[in-house]
């Protein structure tokens, strides 16, 4: 299969939809404490903003959308931080049918080439701990820890 990744389009709602719920189910199974089944994740008229800017990208094959990418643009300058700019990989998902097929890694190569482009000086995410299989993704890319999120109940 070829996969290709573009900006995404008010065409793309109901797709990106099945994913965000997707990844939403996931959550809810790892961790009902925190996260809760939501049918209206993503409104759209938020959608409709989503789609004027340059920071949410879907892959698809042969039409149909695959897989959702969104990215935020950060800059970091703090009397205790060195001064920085970052695109934080804000959401990464894939359809549950397409896992495994490489989605991933062209997500990671737009957001490269975008680092490149802008001369940006590095690439962030966060992942859940319950979500070992991404976070032997994210490692096999190259991404290591930085910090780890704790919490006391």
């Known amino acids: 299969m070829n996969f290709t990744v573009r900006n995404v389009m008010l065409k793309d709602y109901d797709a990106v939809i099945k994913i965000i719920s997707q990844v939403q189910q996931m ?10 089944s939501n049918d209206n994740l993503m409104p759209m008229d938020v959608f409709e903003k989503i789609v004027e800017g340059d920071f949410f990208y879907v892959a698809e094959t042969e039409g149909m959308v695959v897989g959702i990418l969104e990215i935020e643009f950060r800059h970091i300058e703090s009397p205790s931080h060195v001064t920085r700019n970052i ?34 000086d590095g690439i ?6 319950k979500n070992k299989a991404a976070y032997e993704m994210y490692s096999k890319y190259g991404f290591t820890e930085k910090s780890i999120n704790m919490e006391l109940l």
């Open 27 to 36: 959550h809810v199974e790892w961790r009902p404490d925190i996260y809760k």
């Open 87 to 120: 695109i934080f990989i804000d959401s990464m998902a894939v359809d549950k049918n397409y896992r495994g097929m490489g989605i991933g890694h062209l997500f990671f190569e737009k957001v490269k080439k975008i680092k490149e482009q802008k001369n940006y």
């Open 124 to 129: 962030e995410l966060q992942v859940n701990a």
